[in-house]
């Protein structure tokens, strides 16, 4: 078995690697990517349709808006499928588990966290609303909020943090992400676009339809980063425990 | 030449992370190398521009993944046989 | 060994990024399909997807270009016709 | 080497003079961070047991980043303009930022192995540990 995927990876690298010198050399700004019409145009397009400076927001959250609601989607069912499979397994099964934790929390590391947690929310809240300005957007934000209650769970116990988010409404708030992304979705197509069409919300909002793509992008990004927060802290309230939320790590 | 001295070396260090990273037994120490080379991924994107693929990759891959592998790992045995 | 247009030369100093790509590819490959634990195969599987998004960014990086977000002096608006006829011009700002 | 790094200092503020003191002192920074740095990775590789070698990487770790951090942002002053200003005070609060959780993160993982029962190395392991990496020596 190993020998045949050994076999079988070195031809297909020989393949690959056979190919990989036909390719453009590295940083040509003449290669057929760099060169071809989509680029240019969203280069040349995002400024003036969307007034986003962040190209990479404006494609993601706006040309292919579609594209990220199903990977939210995806991130959503991701967390469900998780948690059931280990909510449903058998109740009393044996674990041969080596890592015993049985200790109080330590008193240093919570005061740290005690100071430094709510940094971290903030700075998430910011990456998610800058995200049309610099480097950031609904998924760091939302991964950078939840990694906040991963760190109570890790400097306490699970119980404080499941204190703080349960995990029944882990999965609401992440409904409701995708139900505020798939709404101004919505709201779009009853005012006469399409579906995701930002622009016709310049009709019911004082703004132009340029500023309304802007703002429905925050929007979105803010649905985006509801989701992702509270799945990834359900993952890792399901996975720490092996699906009983207590006795966790 | 700066940049492609950078390139370079964190190409081949991705190399020698990513073979050690699946190499060693201890899962644990697996999921930490992984967490290295998700780093230097990041570095390599930032150097190359692509900032948003950068940040997303040093939250999640250097970050949340690497806590969720570890709880994974806490749960199972912590030792691989290969 | 390394004279201009020998493949080692091709493949190893002008296209090092498309080379190590295909070996990450091939690490994560070999480690999905011959690695038995679940945790190694799923080590794996994040080698597998992130040596094909540096195939991807590799293909996408230009020389001296500036990263994706419009500076405050590129101003959009003012440099649109311009931009149409030599999208490259934005990209040729940065170091 | 440090003729490079002088002359790279040179030109840096030749574009801004008057700067020149500030920027000497940011680069000089930045070296003896890198100093330190090298301390800690030896330290790391070199010392016996887990804590002492927590014990380099932690206070190793946290002033050698401070330091290099603290030497970028007055590398990066140009003028008495908000935008430096902005800038300085943002590293300023990186430096901040590490000075809190590193020395935590090393206190947490001492405090694991405490509980993982990782002994120190004792007088004995010591001797016998200094007795094998004398053989290689005497060879």
Not at chain 1, 86 to 101: H, I, M, Y
Not at chain 2, 19 to 32: H, I
Not at chain 3, 35 to 42: A, E, G, P, R, V
Not at chain 4, 4 to 23: D, I, Y
């Amino acid at each position: 078995m190993k020998k045949a995927a050994f076999i079988l990876v070195l031809c297909i690298g020989l393949l690959l690697a056979w190919a990989a010198k036909d390719f453009p050399s590295w940083g040509d700004p003449q290669s057929p990517a760099s060169s071809s019409p989509v680029a240019s145009h969203f280069i040349a397009n995002t400024g003036v349709d969307t007034e986003v400076p962040n190209m990479v927001t404006a494609v993601l959250a706006d040309y292919r808006g579609f594209d990220t609601m199903f990977e939210t989607v995806v991130v959503f069912i991701a967390g469900l499928a998780v948690f059931s499979i280990l909510r449903g397994g058998p109740k009393n099964r044996t674990r041969d588990r080596e890592f015993v934790v049985d200790f109080e929390p330590d008193l240093i590391v919570t005061n740290t966290v005690r100071l430094i947690v709510p940094v971290i929310q903030i700075f998430a809240l910011y990456v998610l609303a800058h995200g049309h300005v610099s480097p950031g957007g609904g998924f760091q934000g939302g991964v950078a909020m939840g990694a906040s209650f991963i760190l109570i769970a890790l400097s306490w116990d699970l119980k404080t943090a499941l204190a703080r988010f349960p995990i029944e409404r882990c999965f609401t708030v992440a409904a409701l992400g995708i139900v505020i992304y798939a709404g101004i979705g919505l709201l779009s197509l009853f005012l006469g676009g399409e579906f995701l069409d930002y622009a016709h919300l310049a009709k019911i909002f004082p703004v132009s339809p340029e500023m309304a793509r802007y703002h429905a992008m925050l929007g979105v990004e803010i649905g985006v980063g509801f989701t992702v927060t509270a799945i990834m802290f359900a993952l890792y309230a399901s996975l720490s425990t092996d699906g009983r939320m207590r006795d966790g790590l | 030449m700066g940049l492609e001295l950078f390139n370079t070396l964190i190409l081949c260090l991705l190399v020698v992370v990513a073979v050690l990273s699946l190499w060693v037994r201890d899962l644990v120490v697996s999921a930490v190398v992984f967490a290295i080379y998700s780093f230097l991924m990041c570095l390599l994107w930032a150097e190359m521009g692509a900032v948003d693929v950068a940040f997303t990759e040093a939250t999640v891959g250097a970050g949340v993944s690497t806590v969720v592998l570890i709880a994974t790992v806490f749960n199972l045995k912590r030792k691989a046989k290969d | 060994m390394f004279e201009d247009g020998s493949i080692f030369n091709q493949l190893l100093v002008e296209r090092l990024n498309y080379f190590i790509y295909v070996v990450l590819l091939l690490i994560g490959l070999w480690a999905m399909i011959a690695k038995n634990n679940l945790i190694k195969k799923l080590i794996g599987m994040s080698i597998f997807q992130t040596a094909i998004i540096l195939f991807y960014v590799s293909i996408g990086v230009k020389e001296g270009a500036t990263i994706p977000i419009y500076l405050p002096e590129h101003d959009p608006h003012g440099s649109h016709a311009q931009l149409d006829s030599n999208h490259t011009e934005l990209l040729s700002h940065g170091a | 080497m440090i003729d490079t790094l002088a002359s790279a200092v040179l030109a840096e503020s030749a574009n801004s003079p008057g700067w020149f003191l500030v920027h000497a002192i940011g680069v000089s920074m930045g070296i003896v961070g890198l100093i330190f740095f090298l301390g800690t990775a030896v330290g790391v590789v070199r010392f016996p047991d887990f804590y002492t070698r927590m014990h380099a990487a932690g206070k190793g770790d946290t002033l050698s980043t401070m330091l290099m951090l603290t030497g970028f942002g007055l590398v990066m002053m140009e003028d008495f303009s908000a935008n430096s200003w902005l800038l300085l005070l943002k590293i300023l609060g990186i430096v901040l930022f590490i000075f809190i959780t590193t020395p935590t993160s090393s206190h947490a993982l001492m405090r694991a192995a405490f509980e993982d029962d990782e002994m120190p190395l004792g007088e004995e392991d010591l001797n016998k540990l200094r007795k094998r990496r004398a053989k290689p020596k005497s060879k």
